[in-house]
């Protein structure tokens, strides 16, 4: 092989060394991501946690002290819907009247320290006798962002539970939630969740 030809296959591979190493170079800026003012970010990320955390800290002090079951039953048989609730059936400017909505309203119903609301949205899930769920809208603020961050919490009701807004028990009135436990004192286990963001 003459020293002409080596020559000409080491300059080829050189060339096509150094291609490759623009593609990948190429490859790799293109790969990269440019944040903008909808990337989340690692401070969306913090209020994210902070709300996740208010909310599970809200759910949990309201189980403490005894609110929350009065809340997911604060429910006016004779008109199917919260008691005082709008229409539709929930409230829309803020927590139910009562101790949990008072809770509610405290912990998100300031501006945040980015100088935002806060909204949120407040979900019964339930169980039906096939075993299926269904969920009651307790408070909705609108259609959570991306960023939304969420609780949950369970309530066990049974059937001598009183309404807290009305006469009689879960298992005697026009409750939205069924008797999901037919043979037993248990009446149905509800699952609170609330939804969070910054509007």
């Known amino acids: ?12 591979l050189e060339a ?3 291609a490759l190493l623009v593609v990948s170079g190429v490859l790799f800026a293109l790969q990269t991501t440019a944040v903008t003012p909808l990337t ?8 994210e946690n902070q709300h996740r ?9 309201a189980a403490e002290n005894r609110t929350l079951r009065p809340a997911v039953t604060f429910w006016d048989p004779a008109e199917g819907s919260f008691d ?4 539709r059936g929930f409230y829309a400017n803020g927590g139910p009247p009562n101790a949990f909505g008072s809770a509610l309203n405290q912990t998100f119903g300031n501006l945040s320290s980015t100088g935002r609301r806060i909204a949120y ?11 299926s769920t269904r969920r009651q809208t307790m408070v909705y603020m609108g259609s959570p962002s991306d960023n939304a961050a969420a609780a949950t919490r369970t309530v066990a009701l049974y059937d001598d539970t009183p309404l807290s807004a009305g006469d009689g028990n879960v298992s005697s009135a026009n409750f939205y939630a069924p008797d999901a436990a037919q043979n037993a004192s248990l009446y149905n286990v509800m699952e609170v969740r609330i939804v969070v963001w910054q509007m």
Do not use: E, K, W
Request: no cysteine; aromatic share 6%; hydrophobic share 30%.
């Open 1 to 12: 092989m003459s020293d002409d030809s080596s020559r000409g296959q080491v300059h080829t």
């Open 16 to 18: 096509f060394t150094a």
């Open 40 to 47: 989340a970010s690692t401070s969306n990320q913090h209020i």
């Open 53 to 61: 955390t208010a909310a599970a800290d809200l759910l949990a002090t």
């Open 84 to 87: 005082d609730a709008t229409g």
């Open 121 to 131: 949205n407040v979900y019964v899930r339930y169980r039906t006798p096939g075993n």
